[in-house]
């Protein structure tokens, strides 16, 4: 498995001669063979440099010719043999010595090796390590996630980077956090996690909409029994301790750790904004930035400021672009929009990349206009300045004929002369489905149903879209 030699084979039964080698196999272009020493259990017995010579003197013998012989110990370091092995190297025969600390790093490369043979030779070991992971509760997943190349391979980079303990998302709502995080958690399950354990919460609906107050309690709560500590879950100790004790706890192993949506946790714009207003979690993130085996990603509209002195070193803050163009055009297509890449690329542009918003205006494109992209243009809104700003120039209308001048003695208001005058019909697209092709847009009546609101997506100031997300 080392030498990624399927060929790798044992040399010969127990008692046959072996020419110093129980195992051997091809590593590159080499032979390379290996010898067991203390496989009668007698665990830290040392091997002496006298063996090592003899058993070296026999690997030379062996054929094919060995390129590297390496004596494998379970005993413990020994410095004079070391460096007896390295006497013995020449070019062309390498002699190599592995003790028990060797081996042992060794096995921590290979996972899967490790895995295997963890519950036949320590079993103790292996049930404390049982894995330690929580069912997802992330929600606004994509059914396919489009774009986010550079953003999927920056979390993987940070995963593998030890040096990077809390990676935070920053973007407002509906640009895609949440749904790039569980496309990247969901490659990771693929790989079961890299070996490591896994937990995620998401606050965006635990604290906005559930509970109506923002806390971390209930997910204190839980993460502290996931990660094995009941008794201070239900103990009454203060969010300051239960916050440093989870911190200790994820931290000593390797964990992914995933907080979507903290943004209810935080203090809003003005002179506390982003700091945690949770103190648990407050202080369970400067822990996990301070130390962490494995990596804490955290999604919210506001950047935290809790973690601000660490975002130069192992908490970086990631903003989160917009969608790219292509990943939008393809986005829009997936939802059965239709039309000149021209007219895609605009219509994305317009929206400024903003994920939510794409899907809304695609699907109503697609239910109310057939996918046709051209019929996306916004009809003039009243009152709403940026949809007359898009909207086609109005046609002239004739001019009216002036009305007669009322009569001072006979004031009869609403049936004076050239009143019916005054009275023009709607602007064309006005009322709604009354106008052709069932359309469902522009006046008060189309306003206020589910058309008009979602042509008013097509506004695309970021106020306005930001309201939107409100609405996810
Ligand atoms: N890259 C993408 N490709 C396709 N759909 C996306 C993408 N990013 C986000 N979405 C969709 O857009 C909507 C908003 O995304 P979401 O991840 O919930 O935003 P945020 O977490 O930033 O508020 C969701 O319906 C999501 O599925
Ligand atoms: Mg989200």
Same mark, same amino acid.
């Given at each position: 498995?080392?030498?990624?030699?399927?060929?790798?084979? #044992? =040399?010969?039964?127990?008692?046959?001669? $072996?020419?110093?080698?129980? @195992?051997?196999?091809? =590593?590159? /272009?080499?032979?390379?063979?290996?010898?067991?020493?203390?496989? /009668?259990?007698?665990?830290?017995?040392?091997?002496?440099?006298?063996?090592?010579?003899?058993?070296? !003197?026999?690997?030379?013998?062996?054929?094919?010719?060995?390129?590297?012989?390496?004596? !494998?110990?379970?005993?413990?370091?020994?410095?004079?043999?070391?460096?007896?092995?390295?006497?013995?190297?020449?070019?062309?025969?390498?002699?190599?010595?592995?003790?028990?600390?060797?081996?042992?790093?060794?096995?921590?490369?290979?996972r899967d090796l490790l895995a295997r043979i963890l519950p036949v030779y320590w079993p103790m070991q292996a049930a404390l390590r049982s894995r330690r992971?929580?069912?997802?509760?992330?929600?606004?997943?994509?059914?396919?996630?489009?774009?986010?190349?550079?953003?999927?391979?920056?979390?993987?980079?940070?995963?593998? =980077?030890?040096?990077?303990?809390?990676?935070?998302?920053?973007?407002?709502?509906? @640009?895609?956090?949440?749904?790039?995080?569980?496309?990247? @958690?969901?490659?990771?399950?693929?790989?079961?996690?890299?070996?490591? /354990?896994?937990?995620?919460?998401?606050?965006?609906?635990?604290? #906005?909409?559930?509970?109506?107050?923002?806390?971390?309690?209930?997910?204190?709560?839980?993460?502290?029994?996931?990660?094995?500590?009941?008794?201070?879950?239900?103990?009454?100790?203060?969010?300051?301790?239960?916050?440093?004790?989870?911190?200790?706890?994820?931290?000593?192993?390797?964990?992914?750790?995933?907080? /979507?949506?903290?943004?209810?946790?935080?203090?809003?714009?003005?002179?506390?904004?982003?700091?945690?207003?949770?103190?648990?979690?407050?202080?369970? *993130?400067?822990? *996990?930035?301070?130390?962490?085996?494995?990596?804490?990603?955290?999604?919210?509209?506001?950047?935290?400021?809790?973690? !601000?002195?660490?975002?130069?070193?192992?908490?970086?803050?990631?903003?989160?672009?917009?969608?790219?163009?292509?990943?939008?055009?393809?986005?829009?297509?997936?939802?059965?929009?239709?039309?000149?890449?021209?007219?895609?690329?605009? *219509?994305? $542009?317009?929206?400024?990349?903003h994920a939510l918003t794409l899907n809304l205006l695609g699907g109503f494109l697609r239910d109310a206009h057939g996918g046709d992209v051209r019929r996306?243009?916004?009809?003039?809104? %009243?009152?709403?300045?940026?949809?007359?700003?898009?909207?086609?120039?109005?046609?002239?209308? %004739?001019?009216?004929?002036?009305?007669?001048?009322?009569?001072?003695?006979?004031?009869?208001?609403?049936?004076?002369?050239?009143?019916?005058?005054?009275?023009?019909?709607?602007?064309?697209?006005?009322?709604?489905?009354?106008?052709?092709?069932?359309? @469902?847009?522009?006046?008060?009546?189309?306003?206020?149903?589910?058309?008009?609101?979602?042509?008013?997506?097509?506004?695309?100031?970021?106020?306005?879209?930001?309201?939107?997300?409100? *609405?996810?």
């Amino acid at each position: 498995m080392i030498w990624g030699d399927p060929g790798a084979q #044992t =040399n010969g039964g127990s008692g046959q001669a $072996q020419a110093g080698v129980d @195992v051997f196999g091809k =590593n590159g /272009d080499g032979w390379e063979g290996v010898q067991c020493k203390q496989k /009668d259990g007698l665990l830290r017995t040392k091997v002496t440099v006298a063996e090592l010579e003899h058993e070296a !003197a026999a690997a030379r013998t062996f054929k094919p010719r060995l390129s590297r012989f390496i004596l !494998a110990t379970s005993g413990p370091r020994d410095a004079k043999v070391q460096e007896r092995a390295r006497e013995l190297s020449e070019p062309g025969f390498d002699v190599q010595v592995s003790s028990w600390e060797d081996i042992w790093h060794e096995l921590y490369e290979y996972r899967d090796l490790l895995a295997r043979i963890l519950p036949v030779y320590w079993p103790m070991q292996a049930a404390l390590r049982s894995r330690r992971i929580a069912a997802s509760r992330l929600r606004h997943a994509a059914d396919h996630l489009f774009g986010r190349e550079a953003e999927l391979a920056a979390l993987d980079a940070a995963w593998a =980077n030890p040096a990077v303990h809390v990676v935070t998302l920053v973007a407002w709502g509906g @640009v895609g956090k949440t749904a790039l995080v569980w496309k990247w @958690v969901a490659g990771l399950a693929a790989r079961d996690h890299d070996g490591a /354990d896994y937990f995620d919460w998401s606050f965006y609906s635990q604290g #906005t909409r559930e509970q109506g107050g923002a806390s971390a309690d209930s997910f204190v709560d839980a993460a502290l029994r996931l990660f094995g500590d009941e008794a201070m879950a239900d103990s009454p100790r203060s969010p300051w301790d239960k916050g440093a004790r989870l911190a200790q706890l994820v931290a000593e192993r390797r964990t992914l750790l995933v907080l /979507d949506g903290l943004e209810p946790l935080q203090h809003p714009p003005g002179p506390l904004a982003g700091e945690l207003k949770d103190p648990a979690m407050s202080t369970l *993130l400067k822990g *996990l930035a301070g130390r962490n085996a494995g990596l804490c990603v955290v999604t919210t509209r506001e950047r935290v400021k809790d973690l !601000a002195a660490f975002e130069e070193s192992t908490a970086p803050r990631r903003p989160l672009e917009r969608l790219s163009r292509e990943a939008g055009v393809e986005l829009l297509r997936s939802l059965g929009v239709h039309g000149a890449a021209a007219d895609l690329k605009k *219509l994305v $542009q317009d929206i400024q990349g903003h994920a939510l918003t794409l899907n809304l205006l695609g699907g109503f494109l697609r239910d109310a206009h057939g996918g046709d992209v051209r019929r996306r243009r916004p009809r003039r809104c %009243p009152g709403d300045r940026r949809a007359r700003l898009h909207a086609p120039t109005p046609r002239r209308r %004739p001019p009216l004929p002036r009305p007669p001048l009322p009569r001072p003695h006979r004031p009869r208001r609403g049936a004076a002369p050239g009143r019916q005058a005054r009275l023009r019909p709607p602007p064309r697209g006005a009322g709604g489905s009354r106008s052709g092709g069932g359309r @469902v847009v522009g006046g008060r009546t189309g306003r206020r149903g589910a058309g008009g609101v979602l042509l008013a997506a097509a506004d695309f100031s970021p106020k306005r879209s930001r309201r939107l997300a409100t *609405l996810e």
